[in-house]
């Protein structure tokens, strides 16, 4: 059940693990979005293309999470739901970030298909932010990684609070 949120920022945190057991390995994407402080959609899925590195791999999933971010705005937007502030994409990639930020050519990212490029377009037009945050931090984890119970239950009573 949702409960009335304080406010109505959205924002979307995303973490992948990277697949790195040869050719056929996938990564994996997990992606988060909340309003508010409200858990509203949530996925985890193998990637359909081989990363070649973690950071390929992070930057393939924050692309996930703005095109997320997208159809989440446009979807309030026809609610008529207000909203104030830019939406953020939460990563704990520093290099991750750093590629949705600048289009500078770099030899070891100019093989990234352009299709995950998109996380750019949001971010020069306004229409995303993104921001990093440490991998301890990150509720991805649960989605993405393999965990001990207590690091899942910490995060279930985080998010999953009572209504009351």
């Known amino acids: 059940m949702l409960r009335k949120p304080g406010n109505l920022d959205l924002k979307i945190f995303s973490d992948a693990s990277y697949g790195d057991k040869g050719e056929t390995s996938r990564s994996q994407t997990g992606v988060l979005t909340t309003l508010g402080k409200q858990p509203i959609g949530w996925y985890s899925q193998q990637q359909d293309v081989v990363a070649l590195s973690i950071t390929e791999a992070e930057y393939i999933t924050d692309c996930e999470g703005a095109k997320d971010s997208s159809w989440t ?91 009351g």
């Open 73 to 163: 705005r446009q979807f309030l937007a026809e609610l008529k739901v207000p909203s104030e502030r830019t939406p953020e994409l939460w990563t704990d990639s520093e290099g991750a970030a750093y590629l949705s930020l600048t289009t500078k050519f770099h030899r070891r990212s100019h093989h990234i298909e352009h299709r995950f490029h998109y996380i750019r377009q949001e971010v020069v037009n306004n229409k995303l932010a993104v921001k990093t945050i440490p991998g301890k931090d990150n509720p991805l984890d649960i989605f993405t990684k393999i965990n001990n119970m207590s690091t899942v239950n910490a995060w279930k009573r985080r998010w999953m609070k009572p209504i």
